[in-house]
C-alpha cells in the first residue's frame, strides 16, 4: 500500500572460484531440493533439515566495534573498486588485467572472464550501475564460439558458475540463459567411454562436430558437480545432472590403494586403466575442489543421494590417518598440517595453500554429520594456514610450505626434499638459493610465489561463523594489510614471484581481482548476513508424500500439463475450462527432483500495460504494505482487483539530488532508465537523478534501499509527499487527498498521517498513518507545505494544498541511505512499532531473501509436471496474482478491537477480488478459472484478471479460507 512517488532509477570482485563455490554453498543452498527427488526410475527422499551450523551471535554491537567493521568493510570494498576501475579503463572486454603493464589479457576463451566472474560481487557490494553495465556486456557473449582452445574447468569455475551465481542474486533471467547456454555448449566435453569430461573442446558452432580431448586430473573432472546440478534444478534439463552425477560413479569404482583417496590422474579411457596412471594422494593442486564437491554436493541435492555422504566420510576418515601430521616446529606444537602421498604412497610434508580449504570444509562437515573431532582438527589446520602467511616477509602465504617429517614415516624419507640434506636454504624459483631464516620444521617454501588465492581466508571466515571467535576477523584484517601493502598497483592487485624475497616483484598477473577479499569482506559482514542455517536448510525438505499431495491434468494450447496441490487438506478436485482428468500421483517428477525456485516462474510484468490494473511491486503473500513506483505520476500501479480504478499509492517516498538552492518540489518526477521485478523485491533507475532504487516488503512494513551517485555530496535528499495519490480518474471513483500532517521529522525519522478515498467500492475516506525512519542521520531536516519548505517539525495539510518532509544527506561516507517505512491504520506509534519490530537491523539483503522464501513457501504448494517454460509462467504469474489480495490487516482494524475477550486475535482481510461471470459481470458464484484469459499475443498488456479466487483458497490456503 506504500507507493513510492518517484523511483529508479570488491577487494572482493569476484567472489569466484573459491568464493562462488562457497557462494555454492552459502547463496545456491539457499534455494535446496524440497519434495520428492527422483533421479533414472526411483525415487529419493530428502533430509528434512540439517543440525544448527551457525554461531548463535547474540552480542549487540557497541557503537565502537560497528564503527571499526563498517570501515574496515570500506576498506575492503575500495580496494574492489580500485582493481575494478583498472580493469575497465586498461581492459574492458579481455579477460584479465595485467595490472603492472596495464594492458588487457585473453587466456580464458576471450570472453571478458574478470566481468563474468565479477558479476555476484558487485551485486553484494551494492555497485548496481556496474553490474548493469557488465550485464549488458554478458547479454552479448556468445558461449558457443571461441577462437581459442577452450579449457572446460576453467570455464566452469569462471564463467558457468559466475552466471548462476549472478542469477540466484539477482534473479534476471539473461544469467540463466548465458549458463544454459554455455552449458549445453560444454556437454561434449562428457563423450568420453567412461563419461568422465576432457579437458579442452574446440568451441566452433559452423564444425559438424566439437573435439574434445586431454585432461584427466581428478580436481578437474570432479569441479563441474555443482555447477551443472544447480543447472538442473534452474532449467529443468536433466541432461546437465546426469552427466555430473555419472562422473562420482566412475570415480567412486576406479582402482585405489587406499579407500577415500583417489588418485590425482585419472583416465577418460576405460576404468581398467586407471591402475596404471599417476597414484599421488593430495587434497591440494589436482585434487582439492573434488572433495570440496562432495560434501556441498550432498547439502545440495539435500541428501537425497547418500553415496555423497559415504564418500566424503570414507575420505576425511582416511585423511585423518595417512595426511594430517603434528607440527614439527617446536614453537608452535598446536599445529597440525596436511601431506601429500607420492606415487608409492610415501608421505610428504607439502603442505600447499590450495589445501587450505579443507578447514573450512572440515568445520562445515563437522555440523551436517555431527562430527566434533573434524572441528578440532579444522581450528588448528586453519591456524597452520593463518600462521604459514606470518613467517613470510612480506606476510602474504607462499604456494607451498614443506614441513619437516620424521624418519619412521616413510621407509625410503628424504627429510620431504631439503637442500643437500641441509635445512639452512631455502630453494628459489629460478633454482638459486639463500640462508634459510624460517623457523626450526620448516625445510622450504617451494615455489614461493603468490597468486593471491583466497583458500586461507575462506576457512577463516567459515570458521568465524561456525565458532563466533572474532580472532578470525582479525587474522582476515591482517592477511587484507599485507595484501594492500604489497600487491597493489596502479591499476590493480599483482600476484608475486616470491612472497619471502627483500626485492618484492610482481608477476603483472590478476586473473581475477583477489578472491580473498571477497571473504575478508564477509567476515566484516553482521553476522546474520547469509546466516548459513537459513541458508543451509533452505525451506525444510517435506517430501510430496508427507505432505498428502493432489494431482491433476489439464491441456492449455494443446499441451498437457499436471497440476499437484501441496501441502493441503484432502481434495477431490477442481475444474479448469472443464479439462480437469485426476491421475494417480506419479511421483518420477522432474520437477520435484528439480528443486525449481517457483518465483522464476512469476513475471510481475504480466498485465502492467494498456490499462492492465496489476500491481508490479514487492509485497508478501496477502501482505498489508505493497510497495510499488510511480515515479513520473503516469503510471497507475497498484493492487489490481479493487474494482479496476486507482486506489491507494499514498505516503510516497522519493530520492532525488539537486543542490537545495535549485530545488523545485513541484516539478522532482524521474522516468525510468531501468526497472526489473521479482516476488518480493523491485528495482529500478531514477534516470534523471542517476540513482538506484530498490524495494523489499515486509506484512506491515517496507524496506527502501537509494544507492545516490558518486560526488552528489550534500544534495541528496528524499522528498515524502503525503499529499500524493494515485489520480487516475472514473465517474464514480474519484481519487481524493482529504487532509493530513507530518507530525514530527528529526534527523532520522518522519511520523504522520493522510487520509483519502478514491477506488471502485466507493468507500469512505480512510487514514493511513506511517512512521519513516533512516539508517543514516539527516545533515538537514524539514516539513514543507505547497512546495515551500517551511523550516518546520511539524505541518498540516488539506484537499488543494501538499504538504510533505525533506530530509537533506551526506553521501561522501555512504551512497546508500536505507529506509524503513512503517504503515498502519490504526495510530503513528503503531506504525513505527510495526516498522521496528517487522525490519529491525535496515537488513536490506535478509529482508528481501525473506520476502522472497514466502512467496516461494506459497508457491510450491502448487507443483506443475510437464508443460514447459510458458506455461508455468502462466500458471504461477496467475497463482501469485491470487494472493497479492486480499489485504491481510489483522490487527489493523480502526472499527473493532483487534482480540477477542479470551485475548485471541481477530483475524481481519480486506480489498477482495470481485467474482466475475464469463461476460466480465460481477457474480457471487462458483470458482470459474479462464485459462483463454492467461494467453495474450502481447503479455505484459494483458489486463490479467485473477478473480472469483476465494473456492481455490480451498485447495492451497484454508486456513486462511
Known amino acids: 500500500m506504500v507507493l513510492m512517488k518517484s523511483y529508479e532509477n570488491r577487494f572482493s570482485l569476484r567472489l569466484n572460484t573459491r568464493v562462488k563455490r562457497t557462494i555454492t554453498l552459502i547463496f545456491i543452498l539457499g534455494f535446496l531440493i524440497h519434495g520428492i527427488l527422483v533421479i533414472s526410475d526411483f525415487q529419493l527422499s530428502p533430509i528434512d533439515s540439517y543440525p544448527k551450523i551457525q554461531y548463535n551471535f547474540q552480542d549487540a554491537e557497541s557503537i565502537e566495534e560497528r564503527n571499526l567493521r563498517e570501515q574496515r568493510r570500506a576498506s575492503i570494498k575500495n580496494g574492489f573498486l580500485h582493481a575494478w576501475r583498472g580493469y575497465t579503463k586498461f581492459a574492458w572486454g579481455y579477460d584479465e588485467l595485467k595490472p603492472v603493464s596495464e594492458q588487457g589479457n585473453n587466456k580464458f576463451n576471450g570472453w571478458g572472464a574478470t566481468i563474468v566472474d565479477s558479476l555476484d560481487t558487485l551485486w553484494i557490494m551494492d555497485l548496481k550501475e556496474e553490474f548493469n553495465e557488465s550485464r549488458e556486456f554478458v547479454s552479448q557473449i556468445d558461449f558457443t564460439r571461441s577462437d581459442q582452445d577452450t579449457n572446460v574447468f576453467e570455464t566452469i569455475i569462471r564463467y558457468l558458475g559466475g552466471l548462476i551465481s549472478a542469477f540466484e542474486l539477482s534473479r534476471d533471467s539473461i544469467f540463466l ?106 587434497f591440494g593442486a589436482n585434487g582439492d575442489s573434488f572433495y570440496e564437491y562432495l560434501i556441498k554436493e550432498h547439502v545440495l541435492v539435500r541428501g537425497a543421494l547418500d553415496k555423497y555422504r559415504e564418500m566424503y566420510i570414507e575420505s576425511i576418515e582416511n585423511m585423518h590417518k595417512y595426511l594430517i601430521k603434528e607440527s614439527p616446529v617446536k614453537e608452535r606444537p598446536d599445529l597440525l598440517f596436511i601431506g601429500e602421498l607420492d606415487n608409492t604412497s610415501d608421505f610428504l610434508g607439502k603442505m600447499g595453500h590450495l589445501s587450505c580449504f579443507v578447514p573450512g570444509m572440515l568445520a562445515i562437515g563437522s555440523k551436517i554429520f555431527d562430527r566434533p573431532k573434524d572441528l578440532e582438527v579444522a581450528i588448528r589446520l586453519a591456524e597452520t594456514c593463518y600462521w604459514s602467511y606470518g613467517i613470510t616477509k612480506t606476510g602474504i602465504g607462499a604456494e607451498e610450505v614443506w614441513f619437516e617429517i620424521l624418519e619412521e614415516e616413510n621407509n625410503n624419507a628424504d627429510n620431504a626434499g631439503n637442500v643437500d640434506n641441509d635445512d639452512s636454504w631455502i630453494l628459489k624459483r629460478d633454482g638459486s638459493r639463500y640462508r634459510n631464516h624460517l623457523p626450526k620444521g620448516i625445510v622450504r617454501l617451494g615455489p ?111 499441451t498437457s500439463f499436471v497440476v499437484r496441490t501441496i501441502n493441503t487438506h484432502a481434495v477431490t478436485g477442481f475444474s479448469i475450462s472443464n479439462t480437469t482428468i485426476w491421475t494417480s500421483p506419479s511421483l518420477e517428477s522432474t520437477d520435484e527432483l528439480l528443486n525449481l525456485n517457483l518465483t522464476n516462474f512469476v513475471d510481475l510484468r504480466i498485465g502492467t500495460d494498456n490499462e492492465g490494473h496489476i500491481f508490479p511491486g514487492a509485497c508478501l503473500p496477502f501482505g498489508m504494505v505493497k510497495v510499488g513506483l510511480d515515479t513520473d505520476f503516469s503510471e497507475d500501479f497498484h493492487a489490481g482487483g479493487t474494482g479496476g480504478e486507482a486506489k491507494y499509492g499514498v505516503i510516497s517516498q522519493l530520492p532525488i539530488v539537486v543542490p537545495l538552492s535549485e530545488l523545485n518540489l513541484s516539478v522532482i518526477k524521474s522516468p525510468r532508465s531501468f526497472e526489473r521485478f521479482t516476488p518480493g523485491y523491485s528495482i529500478f533507475g531514477l534516470e534523471r537523478y542517476n540513482i538506484t532504487v530498490e524495494l523489499t516488503a515486509t506484512r506491515r512494513a517496507a524496506l527502501h534501499q537509494y544507492t545516490y551517485p558518486e560526488n552528489a555530496n550534500n544534495n541528496s535528499h528524499v522528498i515524502i509527499d503525503i499529499s500524493h495519490f494515485l489520480k487516475q480518474e472514473c465517474p464514480w471513483c474519484v481519487g481524493k487527498f482529504h487532509d493530513g500532517a507530518i507530525y514530527s521529522v528529526n534527523n532520522t525519522q518522519v511520523k504522520g498521517m493522510g487520509r483519502y478515498s478514491g477506488g471502485w467500492n466507493q468507500g469512505g475516506p480512510y487514514k493511513v498513518y506511517f512512521c519513516s525512519q533512516f539508517d543514516t542521520p539527516a545533515i538537514f531536516y524539514s516539513t514543507w507545505w505547497n512546495f515551500v519548505i517551511t523550516n518546520t517539525s511539524f505541518d498540516v495539510g488539506a484537499d488543494g494544498h501538499s504538504v510533505g518532509a525533506i530530509l537533506t544527506f551526506d553521501t561522501n561516507s555512504t551512497r546508500v541511505i536505507r529506509s524503513r517505512v512503517g504503515i498502519s491504520f490504526i495510530s503513528a506509534t503503531q506504525a513505527c512499532q510495526n516498522a521496528e519490530s517487522e525490519i529491525p537491523n535496515f537488513d536490506f539483503i535478509q529482508i528481501k531473501r525473506e520476502a522472497n522464501k514466502a512467496w516461494e513457501r506459497e508457491l510450491e504448494k502448487i507443483v506443475v509436471e510437464g508443460g514447459d517454460d510458458e506455461i508455468r509462467t502462466i500458471f504461477y504469474s496467475s497463482l501469485y496474482r491470487t494472493m497479492i489480495m486480499p489485504s491481510d490487516r489483522t490487527g489493523e482494524n480502526p472499527k473493532w478491537e483487534s482480540f477477542d475477550k479470551n485475548g485471541k486475535i481477530i483475524p481481519h482481510y480486506d480489498d477482495f477480488y470481485a467474482l466475475v461471470k464469463k461476460d466480465g459481470t460481477h457474480l457471487g458464484k462458483s470458482l470459474v478459472i479462464r485459462i483463454k484469459s492467461w494467453i495474450h499475443p502481447h503479455p505484459y498488456k494483458n489486463k490479467f484478471k485473477p478473480r472469483t479466487t476465494n473456492p481455490l483458497y480451498t485447495l492451497f490456503q484454508p486456513k486462511r479460507q
Request: glycine share 8%; aromatic share 12%; with cysteine.
Open 177 to 282: 540463459e548465458k549458463a544454459r547456454e554455455l552449458g549445453i555448449a560444454l556437454l561434449p566435453a562428457f563423450n568420453s567411454p567412461t563419461g568422465l569430461p576432457y579437458n579442452y573442446l574446440r568451441l566452433n558452432p559452423d564444425e559438424e562436430e566439437t573435439y574434445a580431448w586431454g585432461g584427466g586430473l581428478l580436481a578437474e573432472v570432479g569441479t563441474s558437480l555443482l555447477e551443472f546440478t544447480k543447472l538442473t534444478q534452474l532449467t529443468g534439463d536433466r541432461e546437465f545432472f546426469t552427466k555430473v552425477d555419472n562422473i562420482t560413479e566412475v570415480i567412486f569404482k576406479a582402482p585405489k590403494k587406499i579407500p577415500g583417496l583417489y588418485p590425482v590422474k585419472l583416465s577418460q579411457g576405460l576404468i581398467q586403466c586407471q591402475e596404471t596412471l599417476r597414484a599421488e594422494i593430495s
Open 448 to 558: 614461493s610465489y603468490s597468486l593471491l588465492r583466497p583458500e586461507t581466508v575462506e576457512s577463516l571466515f567459515i570458521l568465524y561463523r561456525i565458532t563466533g571467535d572474532k580472532k578470525y576477523q582479525e587474522q582476515a584484517w591482517d592477511i587484507w594489510q599485507s595484501l594492500e601493502k604489497w600487491t597493489k598497483t596502479p591499476a590493480g592487485y599483482s600476484g608475486l614471484l616470491d612472497v619471502d624475497s627483500d626485492y618484492v616483484i610482481k608477476d603483472d598477473c590478476m586473473e581475477r581481482i583477489p578472491d580473498s577479499s571477497g571473504f575478508v569482506r564477509l567476515i566484516w559482514l553482521q553476522p546474520f548476513y547469509e546466516n548459513h542455517d537459513e541458508l543451509i536448510n533452505g525451506r525444510g525438505g517435506t517430501t510430496y508424500e508427507q505432505c498428502g499431495g493432489h494431482m491433476g491434468t489439464y491441456k492449455l494450447n494443446n
